[in-house]
């Protein structure tokens, strides 16, 4: 009895330390599984990286594929980097639709997408940008020679449901978002989020 207390005991004291590695590390959101979502739009995790060809990588990882559904779903990759980018492409296999990129303001007390953001204005893509559908989610590229270094920045991933009039993008529900129920993530620049990205990974 008295040792499985003291297991107990332990084990409450590691389950927040553990929570605070994952999230004090910028280069990584890992997603609390939503089993009322269906699987295409629970996201699990989000991860950063530098490509072969020296572009900053985003992989947003959800729990499953969405196959000839007819609506508006997608995945949304959101960078707050000065400005708040909205990078967009379809959830549903079997579309043709091109990724789209949205720039606007959102709230700046919490820096949430919601139904209520407002309608953000279609960007030019950078040159260099890419996002491509995968197995269970999505991947973005961004050019590196695209980020202001000494600015912070930071990222979080969405499914919406949302349309598209004119060049405008309209929020018509947020399903799922990576960080959702954590308090606002320090802000980090864009040169200490790329140091840790290039930095060896604890095992």
């Known amino acids: 009895m008295k040792w499985t207390s003291i297991f107990i005991f332990l084990f409450m004291i590691a389950r927040p330390v553990a929570a605070m590695q994952i999230e004090a590390d910028p280069r990584t959101i890992s997603s609390f599984m939503d ?20 572009h900053l990588l985003f992989r947003v990882k959800t729990r499953g594929e969405q196959v000839d559904e007819e609506n508006n779903d997608y995945v949304l990759l959101q960078i707050l980097h000065e400005k708040t980018y909205l990078f967009l492409l379809p ?15 959102l709230d700046p007390e919490n820096h949430k997408l919601s139904e209520t953001s407002g309608k953000f204005t279609e960007y030019n893509l950078p040159a260099g940008f890419t996002a491509t559908r995968t197995v269970r989610g999505a991947e973005f590229t961004i050019p590196l020679d695209w980020i202001n270094y000494a600015a912070d920045f930071n990222f979080d991933a969405y499914t919406i449901q949302a349309s598209t009039p004119g060049n405008t993008l309209q929020i018509d529900k947020v399903y ?19 140091n840790k990205i290039c930095s060896p990974k604890k095992r």
Do not use: F
């Not at 699990?44 to 020296?54: E, F, P, Y």
């Not at 959830?91 to 303001?105: F, I």
């Not at 799922?176 to 790329?194: F, H, N, P, V, W």
């Open 176 to 194: 799922d978002q990576a960080r959702k129920g954590r308090k606002e993530e320090k802000r980090y620049s864009a040169i200490t989020l790329l």
């Open 91 to 105: 959830l549903n296999k079997t579309k043709t639709e091109k990724a789209l990129v949205y720039e606007g303001t």
């Open 35 to 54: 089993k009322s979502l269906t699987p295409a739009l629970d996201i699990l995790q989000v991860t950063t990286d530098i490509s072969a060809d020296n």
